[in-house]
C-alpha cells in the first residue's frame, strides 16, 4: 500500500488594483442622515359617484358603479339609445375628465 501526500496549494495572490494610493484616499462627500419623519396620510381623492352624470363636450358620461380601482361608466350623446358600459380604472377616468374639462350635470 502507497502513502500518498497531501499536497498544500499556496493561496491565490491578490492582484493590486491599478488606482494610485492618493485616489483612494480622497475624501467622498458624506450623505447627511435622512430624518425619518413620518409623512401626513392622504385620504384618497375620489370625487366619483354612482349616479353622476358630467358633460365632456358634446357627450354625457354617466358613471354606473364605483369600486376599489375600477370603474364602470356609459359615455354617449345625450339622447342616445343603446350605450355600451365600459370599465376603466379611476385615476385614468380623472385625468382623462380633467383633460376634457368634464362638467357635473346632476349627482
Not at 498544500?8 to 493590486?16: E, F, G, L, M, N
Not at 409623512?39 to 358603479?65: C, D, H, S, Y
Not at 350623446?77 to 375628465?97: C, D, E, F, Q, W
Request: charged share 20%.
Amino acid at each position: 500500500m502507497a502513502v500518498t501526500k497531501s499536497v498544500r496549494r499556496s493561496a491565490p495572490t491578490k492582484v493590486r488594483s491599478t488606482r494610485t494610493t492618493a485616489a483612494k484616499t480622497v475624501a467622498r462627500p458624506v450623505k447627511a442622515p435622512r430624518t425619518s419623519a413620518p409623512r401626513p396620510v392622504r385620504p384618497p381623492f375620489t370625487p366619483l359617484a354612482a349616479g353622476q352624470i358630467w358633460q365632456l363636450g358634446e357627450a354625457n358620461l354617466k358613471v354606473e358603479m364605483v369600486g376599489k380601482l375600477l370603474l364602470h361608466y356609459k359615455l354617449a350623446k345625450p339622447n342616445a339609445v343603446r350605450t355600451p358600459t365600459s370599465i376603466a380604472g379611476i385615476s385614468t377616468l380623472v385625468k382623462y375628465m380633467k383633460k376634457n374639462k368634464a362638467v357635473l350635470i346632476s349627482g
